[in-house]
């Protein structure tokens, strides 16, 4: 362990601010899209510095640390494929690796590879203006750092800016109040505690086992039940983790081209022997259940990928979501509390599907009830408690897992300036727009690592990421090759790409699920289907074909 590891740091000791510092590239972000982003550019002689708000490297796996938080691809699909050598050294200790556990692999990982050096962190950049004339990007930081180079890359994820929620009253709850996207780095013990958890996305889903197995009383305020699977987490084997890693590169190209989402969780059971079904019409409740079993009781995200028309039938999405209902209804023993926490009011996988650890069976204790705020809506929040329409809870915590501004929420809080001054916000004021979703048009030398219009958040984020950093790096070499010094997309190449974007998602459920992909948890953010729900297989081999037709759709200069 590093100096700085030890003392809950990145390297920012002994560094003073960028005044006017002149480097090749400069990344926003030190998650796993900049640290990657980092390795690369080095390794092609470029002078690299990174900005990261954080106070070390890791990105989403740094913020989110409240209890039970664990990723929901499996650990070995879910890792760097860029070095062999870090694939055979690090062992996984489970199949689906926890926030700490992610977080000590990312750290690991820059440590490894030397990359806190080019880092600054506790720096949060705010502008980043494109000066035409000099063909450089200009950036600041809230801190005062000043920086240019000809190439800037944004890796500043796709949930990284927290949604609060706008009830009245909650700035005076006098209690601890607790986000759980900014968890406090020391930990939270909430023995004994009155707590109350207001959000069951993901993250509270995640959270409400870990919470309820420590407060004297949980309270859980719905608003929108989400759908559910099981994980079926487990330590992992390291004998299947050794003969997994002994065919390793076949493992990442299925990961890369197998399947839409790159998940490729099919590790546990053998592809062979997990069925499938190209259609839920033809089949009966018990066929439904036979497939759906095997993918539930083996666990995990995959579970969507059964029943191959559920993401665009609503009938069969409706015999999915059938069949999860009634799973609910056979573990919650209180009939009320069970139909409370079935969804219906949008197609099974429209929103993120969550991936849980005795989420469910939570509501049997006797120390967890359920609210139905669609029943009864909070009214506002006291210095004690939530007032609902119909009671006043007592609380001594409150947790808010309330979700994000998803894909440009990072993008548009800083203040992103292109050719003649445009603004990217203005350019997106009625929804994000992009190149491949690698790039907007009038932002030349710009990258947006998995942003909105590439698959990004339906996939294994992995998997994307270093796609886009591949495909940015190899983009960056053929314009040195060829002398060019600026990049950007045609206009007509963006707008086709857009379109083509929402004709993909059209052709899905996807746009019925209400959710944070459209934006529409944000409110008066345009509602757009953000991230390309082609597929990550069906998406590189549209990258891969732009680069053999001398990356068409894009202009250099
Ligand atoms: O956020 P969410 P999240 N009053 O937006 C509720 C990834 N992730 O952080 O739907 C009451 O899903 C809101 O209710 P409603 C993953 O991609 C991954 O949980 O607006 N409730 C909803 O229930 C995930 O999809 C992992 O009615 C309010 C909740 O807050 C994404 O992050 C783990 C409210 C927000 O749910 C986001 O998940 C965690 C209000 N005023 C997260 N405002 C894994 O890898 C909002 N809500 C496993």
């Known amino acids: 362990m590093s100096d700085q590891q030890a003392q809950g740091k990145g390297s920012n000791q002994g560094y003073t601010t960028d005044q006017g510092a002149t480097f090749d590239a400069l990344v926003v972000g030190a998650g ?32 989110n640390r409240y209890p039970g938080a664990r990723c929901d691809a499996e650990s070995l699909a879910y890792s760097y494929s860029f070095s062999p050598e870090l694939e055979q050294e690090w062992q996984w200790s489970e199949r689906y690796a926890s926030q700490p556990e992610i977080l000590r692999y990312v750290e690991h990982v820059a440590d490894r590879f030397d990359l806190r050096r080019d880092i600054r962190f506790e720096r949060r950049v705010n502008h980043a203006h494109y000066d035409s004339q000099n063909q450089r990007w200009n950036l600041s930081t809230e801190q005062g750092d000043t920086a240019t180079a000809p190439i800037c890359i944004m890796a500043t994820g796709c949930l990284s800016v927290p949604q609060l929620p ?47 197995k420590q407060a004297a009383q949980l309270t859980v305020l719905q608003r929108t039940p989400n759908f559910s699977v099981p994980a079926q987490n487990g330590p992992l084997d390291p004998e299947f983790a050794q003969a997994f890693k002994a065919n ?16 490729g969780d099919l590790e546990v059971v ?3 022997r997990a069925p499938m079904a190209e259609s839920a019409l033809p089949l009966s409740k018990q ?35 059938a069949y999860v209902h009634d799973k609910i209804h056979s573990i919650v023993q209180d009939g009320q509390t069970a139909a409370a926490l079935c969804p219906t009011d949008h197609p099974i996988g429209t929103k993120r599907i969550c991936v849980d650890t005795n989420y469910y069976a939570t509501y049997n204790r006797d120390n967890v009830r359920l609210v139905n705020l669609r029943q009864t809506p909070i009214e506002q929040i006291t210095a004690t408690g939530v007032q609902t329409s119909q009671e006043h809870i007592e609380l001594d915590a409150l947790v808010l897992a309330t979700g994000f501004d998803a894909m440009t929420g990072a993008l548009l809080r800083m203040d992103i300036q292109g050719v003649d001054g445009v603004r990217l916000a ?21 990258f947006t690592v998995t942003g909105p219009g590439s698959p990004s958040v339906l996939s294994n984020m992995m998997v994307s990421i270093e796609q886009h950093v591949d495909f940015i790096c190899d983009c960056l070499e053929h314009m040195r090759d060829g002398q060019k010094t600026t990049v950007e997309p045609a206009a007509a190449a963006q707008a086709q790409w857009v379109e083509h974007v929402n004709e993909v998602a059209n052709a899905t459920l996807f746009p019925k699920g209400g959710s944070w992909y459209l934006g529409a948890n944000v409110e008066g953010k345009p509602q757009v289907f953000m991230p390309y729900a082609a597929g990550v297989g069906v998406y590189r081999e549209v990258c891969e074909d732009v680069v053999a037709d001398d990356y068409r759709g894009f202009q250099f200069g």
């Not at 899209?33 to 470029?46: D, E």
């Not at 390793?248 to 998940?263: A, E, I, K, T, V």
């Not at 083996?298 to 015999?319: Q, S």
Request: aromatic residues 12%.
């Open 166 to 212: 706008d009830i009245d009253g909650l700035d005076d709850f006098q209690g601890a109040r607790y986000q759980a996207s900014h968890w406090p780095h020391e930990g939270v013990d909430f023995s004994g505690l009155r707590v109350g958890v207001i959000g069951t996305g993901s993250s509270a889903i995640q959270a409400i086992p870990e919470i309820a």
């Open 32 to 63: 796993f899209a900049g640290l990657y982003m980092l390795h690369r550019l080095r390794a092609m002689g470029m002078r690299v510095r990174v900005y990261e708000a954080g106070d070390n490297v890791g990105g989403t796996w740094y913020w």
């Open 426 to 446: 203005d350019q997106w004021q009625a929804g994000p727009v992009s190149y491949l979703g690698l790039m907007v048009s009038g932002f030349p030398n710009l």
């Open 270 to 272: 053998p592809r062979e």
């Open 248 to 263: 390793y590169r076949d493992h990442r190209r299925y990961h890369q081209r197998g399947l839409s989402s790159g998940f």
């Open 287 to 321: 066929e439904i259940a036979e497939i759906c079993d095997t993918y539930w009781n083996t666990g995990g995200a995959r579970f969507m990928g059964a029943i191959a028309d559920a993401f665009i039938n609503e009938e069969a999405n409706a015999k999915v979501a």
